[in-house]
């Protein structure tokens, strides 16, 4: 049977917006994690990095990063659980789920309005607009993709239900609109979304059948919204910068007319749009004039132009949520606008000129070729900006340049650029960046915590550490990264009271963050607690089954109890990931000793003096070893190399002088024992057993 005209035109339409779209994301294929939350979400989770039964049920019994959207994090999960971390397969569903999008962008239009080309011109725009990329690309933003998949499928679902008043279909709209919300909080604005549904199709919205098919609607929204709050208010947020009404006001309309205007011409992008500096100014007031004709169309179109009002309506009810209006602390969001949030608010502006265009080729035929070049045009250029901006979503180091780039005085850019270089070991350019970020920000305390950590971590620099980390306290006093890590640059400083303090107040604020119990597991070995030492590291491991370097310190500690066997298991972790790890091939070397195995003992301390041929406590224990095992020369070679390399060792050469008395060699027993002696040695002539002159 052949396939009729229409029905061909329809998938050849589709097929060239779902090529284009995919050809302009492309780049994301080979994009890496970004440290812009990637790492939150992703590569510092543990939350993802299991599907046990257990696992899930703390996906969606938790809130997580001040956010409550299980059905993102269960989705990232399972990439985890087929590609581990690598980025590709991330990138890759999110760009999947744009393009089912993009399908379903097209089917609602062409269900909500009839008209082909609208659904085509709605759907190829939402496909390619250079908006999206940030949605799109980034993997942290797994969220706007899958919230709008449900989003949509829900508001095709409520069509369905007014086109053949079938309840299932409302039903299955409910349960779509629930999986959404799951996926995003930002799915509430479905609620007041289907209004406008109603409000185009000529309903009564006053009606009691209209009233009662939005409840649940409204009761889900309410419900979700009250999670939203309840989970943003345990982000761990450092400080509250609060904003009076009349400035947020501003900022919100400013923010509103932002996003139109990007829509229309997407330049500048940006990862990060900082508030404008300083109070609103006297030019900033022709933003709220602008909004405030923005509400005056609605209200004159009303009941003239219903396309125009409803493509209105969609977008504001898909935006308002999110300007600065509502939020009342600075603190919670130091940014304007976001890309992301106009990932399906923008589906209004695109019908709106879908229908435009239609509307004003068909009243004027002569026009249209022109409008069609004119539209035709805009696309190619926001597919090539689309292409491009995707490019700059590769790295961190991409993305930060892009907004220095923009915003040459944003602290918070070099803070993120400061730490993508300190991961490619690129030290000199992150204190670079710290200290710029310090420079444009003095209140900045991840910047000095930043600055401050690489200082002890790659420098050893203690002093320059202590001080940008306790500045970091003092304009952050809650931030307990800062705590935790003045703790660890305390517990170098042999400093166990002021390591504790620190790092107990650190495990108190934030109580899921591993590294503070990592750290705090150190103070309790240094101070010979080793049983509270491993209970420490159990507890960072519990939180953070990544955290690798534990089981090197808690071998050791469970060295230190006599549990040999735990040790060995841990440290045998330790030399899978790195077998030329002298601090840990020296503690299994102690671990066989403990057990008596004394040629694997041997092994592993041959080990660490090819790697290091001028360990010196490696020769030490060998020679001890070899001592034991009754290779008395052999244990006297490896004193002497001992005192070749460190001369003021006076347990080598004390050690050497008991060799040598076992061997009857009286002359050289007695050398040493002199040697010994002058190097600190307190020895027991008497228990020694050896006269010398």
């Known amino acids: 049977m052949m396939m009729n005209s229409q029905k061909k035109q329809t998938l050849i339409w589709l097929a060239v917006i779902l090529f284009v779209t995919l050809l302009v994301y492309s780049p994301g294929f080979k994009a890496e994690f970004t440290n812009f939350d990637d790492n939150r979400y992703v590569t510092e989770n543990p939350m993802v990095w299991s599907l046990s039964g257990e696992n899930i049920t703390n996906i969606f019994s938790t809130y997580y990063d001040g956010h409550y959207h299980p059905l993102t994090m269960l989705s990232m999960a399972i990439d985890y659980s087929i590609v581990g971390m690598k980025p590709w397969l991330f990138h890759a569903e999110n760009i999947f789920f744009h393009l089912i999008n993009t399908l379903l962008v097209f089917f609602f239009i062409r269900k909500l309005w009839g008209k082909f080309d609208v659904a ?346 202590m001080k940008d980390l306790n500045k970091a306290i003092e304009v952050g006093p809650k931030f307990f990264e800062a705590y935790s890590n003045r703790g660890l640059v305390r517990f170098y400083q042999n400093d166990l009271k002021g390591a504790m303090e620190d790092l107990n107040f650190a495990i108190e604020v934030m109580p899921t963050y591993a590294v503070s119990w990592f750290n705090r597991g150190h103070v309790f070995s240094a101070s010979g607690k080793f049983d509270l030492a491993i209970s420490d590291y159990n507890e960072a491991l519990n939180l953070n089954p990544r955290l690798k370097q534990v089981y090197l310190y808690r071998g050791i500690a469970y060295n230190k109890t006599g549990n040999f066997r735990k040790g060995l298991d841990d440290l045998n972790k330790t030399l899978e990931e790195n077998p030329k790890n002298i601090l840990a091939l020296q503690n299994r070397a102690e671990t066989f000793a403990g057990l008596k195995d004394l040629n694997r003992c041997i092994e592993d301390l041959n080990k660490v003096l090819s790697i290091d041929p001028r360990n010196v406590k490696s020769y030490f224990d060998r020679g001890n070893v070899l001592y034991w095992k009754g290779a008395i020369p052999a244990a006297i070679k490896d004193y002497l190399k001992v005192t070749e390399l460190n001369p003021e060792n006076s347990d080598a050469w004390y050690n050497l002088a008991v060799a040598y008395k076992d061997t009857g060699n009286k002359e050289e027993a007695c050398r040493c024992i002199k040697i010994a002696e002058e190097k600190g040695a307190k020895i027991n002539r008497e228990v020694f057993n050896l006269k010398c002159e």
């Open 120 to 465: 085509v011109i709605a759907s190829f725009l939402f496909g390619i607009h250079t908006f999206h990329v940030e949605s799109v690309v980034w993997i942290a933003e797994r969220k706007d993709v899958l919230f709008a998949f449900f989003f949509l499928l829900s508001l095709i679902s409520y069509l369905e239900f007014l086109k053949k008043n079938s309840w299932k279909y409302l039903v299955l709209s409910l349960v779509l609109f629930v999986l959404s919300c799951l996926s995003k909080g930002q799915a509430v604005a479905l609620a007041p979304t289907i209004l406008a549904i109603d409000y185009l199709k000529d309903r009564k919205l006053l009606s009691k059948n209209v009233i009662l098919e939005k409840i649940p609607f409204f009761a889900i929204a309410l419900f979700f919204g009250i999670i939203a709050m309840q989970a943003h208010e345990t982000f761990p947020y450092l400080g509250k910068t609060e904003v009076p009404l009349f400035d947020r006001i501003i900022y919100a309309c400013y923010g509103f007319i932002l996003y139109i205007g990007k829509l229309i011409l997407p330049l500048n992008l940006s990862a990060y749009y900082p508030y404008p500096s300083g109070s609103p100014g006297t030019v900033d007031y022709i933003f709220p004039i602008l909004a405030i004709a923005f509400v005056f169309i609605i209200f004159w179109q009303f009941r003239k132009n219903k396309p125009l009002v409803f493509s209105m309506l969609f977008f504001f009810f898909n935006i308002v949520l999110l300007l600065k209006v509502f939020q009342v602390h600075l603190q919670t969001g130091k940014f304007v606008i976001a890309d992301r949030y106009s990932y399906v608010s923008s589906i209004g502006f695109f019908f709106l000129v879908g229908y435009l265009y239609e509307k004003y080729t068909a009243k004027y035929h002569s026009k249209k070729i022109l409008l069609t070049a004119i539209l035709s045009l805009w696309i190619l250029v926001m597919s090539v900006m689309t292409f491009n901006r995707s490019l700059v979503w590769n790295d961190s180091i991409t993305l930060w340049n892009n907004v220095v780039d923009q915003y040459p005085e944003l602290s918070w850019a070099y803070g993120k650029r400061g730490l993508a270089k300190a991961a490619r070991n690129d030290v000199k350019g992150a204190i670079e960046d710290y200290t710029l970020a310090i420079k444009y920000d003095p209140d900045d305390p991840h910047a000095y915590n930043n600055r401050g950590n690489i200082y002890a971590s790659r420098l050893g620099d203690l002093e320059l550490a």
